[in-house]
């Protein structure tokens, strides 16, 4: 039995779900995320649904906890994925020194070409 009276009292959480709905069984190391504006990255420098394992990770509000049910907003995922697990945010331990969007540059970067091949 999963205590989930015990979360209400956490606001942000990392939820930890599985992509149901991606039928795509292939991975490249590369693809084109619309943000890019056609322009490719690596797969891990992406926020895509198509890879490796079916996993993924956000950050949700917890709104509430009722007859079993947990009912979360502002996260990125479909109606009724399931939810492996929810983690709390605590800042001090999740949130990084250094606060950025993700994106390297070549200024921070030493490599922006991965090796793989696609």
């Known amino acids: 039995m999963i205590p989930l009276k015990t979360i209400v009292c956490i606001i942000t959480d990392r939820i930890i779900y599985y992509f149901h709905m991606n039928t795509n069984k292939r991975c490249h190391s590369k693809v084109r995320p619309p943000r890019l504006d056609g ?3 690596g797969l891990f420098a992406s926020r895509s649904p198509h ?3 079916p996993l993924g990770l956000s950050l949700a509000k917890l709104d509430s906890v009722k007859d079993g049910l947990v009912f979360v ?3 990125d995922i479909l109606d009724g994925t399931p ?3 929810i983690k709390p945010y605590i800042k001090q331990y ?7 969007d993700g994106q390297q540059t ?5 490599s922006t ?3 793989d091949q696609e």
């Open 51 to 53: 890879r490796p394992n």
């Open 39 to 41: 322009q490719s990255c």
């Open 94 to 100: 999740d949130s990084p020194d250094v606060s950025t």
């Open 113 to 115: 070409e991965s090796e």
């Open 83 to 85: 939810i492996i697990d």
């Open 106 to 110: 070549s200024e921070t970067c030493d």
């Open 73 to 75: 907003s502002g996260i």
